[in-house]
């Protein structure tokens, strides 16, 4: 059996898919994108957070109440190759530079963006 300690320092080895997932207003193809450390599990607190109606991103959070979740789709949009020696403050620098990599590209290309 382990102890505490060991069951604590087992989960700090684990490396989780790092990224950016995305909400999709799928009837204005608006898109709502957002950097995570743990991709499988990216979408939790931003659906709990627009089903209690408090978002931080207020023009989705109006559109999640006036149109509903069923016309949104959650999905990875794209995952960072996370190298071991990265520090996770590293690899929230680097995904944020991924988000506005992501972000300037929709804006060239005419997508709305939250």
């Keep these: 059996m382990q102890t505490k300690k060991e069951i604590k320092e087992a989960y700090k080895s684990l490396r989780f898919r790092a990224g950016i997932f995305q909400i999709k207003n799928t009837l204005h193809e608006r898109i709502y994108l957002q950097t995570t450390t743990d991709l499988d599990r990216a979408f939790n607190a931003d659906l709990f957070k627009l089903n209690a109606g408090m978002h931080p991103n207020k023009l989705l959070q109006k559109d999640w109440n ?30 944020r ?10 804006k060239n290309t005419e997508k709305l963006v939250y």
């Design 66 to 95: 006036e149109l509903g979740a069923s016309n949104f789709e959650m999905t990875s949009y794209d995952e960072l190759a996370v190298k071991d020696t990265l520090s996770p403050a590293e690899i929230q620098q680097e995904l």
């Design 97 to 106: 530079a991924l988000l506005e990599m992501h972000i300037s590209e929709l």
